[in-house]
């Protein structure tokens, strides 16, 4: 199993033996984990935004680890602390749950700036410092942090260089009213049925594989024009008073090369790009005070400013064998 599309779809055959629905998250969880990036689930509670995560974890093998944020959450209870041993008279380093490949933050914007932060130098540079002391953390890391709409109460919105640490934003909303019966009908029949059911149908090499198939996925010159046109428009939008970054660039490059590869292509073509430029840009760029008093959500600038930049036009150079 060495191509992401394969491995994909074994994900997510074993993943839909629990859950229905929602595969544009399954897809994004493949996306960032295959180019080694983070995602934020934004939706109300009860949606199963952290099953689906759960589930995720125990279809790729990977090892999980759940830290549940609450505004007396300290740094020390999510990367570790030393513990003073009276027996020795040494100190001694605890880890803190994020040492693990896939850890889920749950309820991120209920916990303090301060907690939230203590997840940066994890999310970005792979390692943490416990008492002047650094350690690697494993291989694959992977974040994903759920949080509720910012609108509810007891909520702490991100800061902007947390936010811009995610590759990827979704919003995980309601079941369409069939799919949700199919969910109670399949819990109805199978009432014991859990996340447990679901088993590991991919290796750590599978996952080493197809990251390495990524990297090596075609984007022509004129698709990353493309690209790039689309996040300068943004800095250039009169309703967007910060525009994504470079490194908001380098994500969806990145993203957009391992939709195309769990798409079955070595290559990307442009409409990649649009479905993937709304999860790696929409929690990143700042609107200006007007467009907030207009009451302008943030996607639907996002798409006005994607719609307002042309696509390439004519063929797209595409490598021998597809």
């Not at 049925?193 to 990251?211: G, H």
């Not at 689309?230 to 250039?236: G, S």
């Amino acid at each position: 199993m060495n191509e992401p599309v394969e491995l994909y779809d074994t994900i997510r055959e074993e993943v839909g033996t629990v859950l229905i629905g929602n595969d544009d998250i399954l897809e994004g969880l493949t996306v960032s984990l295959l180019t080694r990036g983070h995602l934020l689930l934004e939706g109300v509670p009860g949606i199963g935004k952290t099953m689906t995560a759960n589930l995720f974890a125990r279809a790729t093998g990977l090892d999980y680890n759940r830290i549940q944020f609450t505004p007396d959450i300290l740094p020390a209870d999510i990367t570790g602390t030393e513990i003073y041993r009276e027996q020795t008279g040494e100190f001694e380093v605890r880890r803190g749950p994020v040492f693990s490949n896939l850890v889920v933050a749950d309820e991120i914007n209920r916990a303090t700036p301060k907690a939230q932060s203590a997840l940066l130098e994890s999310m970005q540079e792979r390692q943490v410092t416990i008492g002047g002391e650094t350690f690697s953390l494993p291989d694959p890391f992977m974040v994903v942090a759920t949080q509720n709409p910012i609108e509810m109460d007891g909520t702490f919105e991100l800061p902007e260089a947390q936010r811009d640490r995610f590759q990827l934003k979704y919003t995980m909303d309601h079941l369409e009213w069939s799919d949700e019966r199919r969910f109670i009908d399949r819990f109805h029949s199978r009432p014991e049925l859990s996340a447990t059911d679901v088993e590991q149908v991919v290796s750590i090499d599978d996952l080493f594989n197809a990251q390495q198939f990524v990297e090596e996925v075609h984007v022509a010159e004129a698709v990353r024009d493309f690209l790039l046109d689309i996040v300068t428009a943004t800095r250039e939008s009169t309703e967007i008073q910060h525009g994504a970054s470079t490194r908001a660039t380098l994500s969806l490059l990145n993203a957009t090369k391992a939709y195309a590869a769990i798409q079955g292509r070595n290559y990307v073509i442009p409409d990649d790009i649009l479905t993937m430029v709304e999860p790696a840009l929409v929690h990143r760029i700042i609107l200006t005070t007007d467009a907030e008093l207009n009451e302008r959500d943030p996607a639907d600038v996002l798409r006005t400013v994607v719609e307002s930049v042309d696509p390439p036009e004519g063929s797209i150079d595409i490598p021998e064998g597809q």
